[in-house]
């Protein structure tokens, strides 16, 4: 359960926290692992915020040695979707529709590789820290 996306993520001293309720629900990991990582992908993408890639990286290194099991093939599928339907609307203006088409083009390998359960490509993206 969860909202897990940068906007719920202030500082709290010298510690990040989680904050924000208005997505909780009941659901799966995946979803929150996808949603962040796609969120986090595009802020030094298209919003030249660096910090997005470095709390990329924490993010998956916590929620690996945290949780058990993470289905990344799963989390793929979700990131994936995110690329093709939120993130036309929320960076498309900010964008050229060169690099948007890149990022649906992204968003399709992404679902397709992880449909196939394909994880010798899934370990070539960001989402490799997950296999560790």
Known sequence: MGDSQPGNIPACG?????LGSELVKSGTSSFDIGLMTAELYCLPQY????????????????????????????IA???????LVMDPTVWGRLVTPER??????????????????????????????LYR
Request: proline share 3%; with cysteine.
């Open 14 to 18: 010298d510690q990040l926290c989680i």
């Open 47 to 74: 919003a030249n915020q660096e910090g997005g890639a470095a709390l990329l990286a924490v993010f998956l290194d916590a929620y690996k040695s945290n949780i058990e099991h993470v289905d990344v093939p799963k």
């Open 77 to 83: 599928i979700r990131k994936g979707a995110h690329f």
């Open 100 to 129: 948007m088409s890149a990022l649906v083009h992204h968003g399709v390998q992404l679902i397709k590789a992880g449909w196939e359960r394909d994880d010798a490509i899934l370990r070539t993206t960001m989402l490799e820290p």
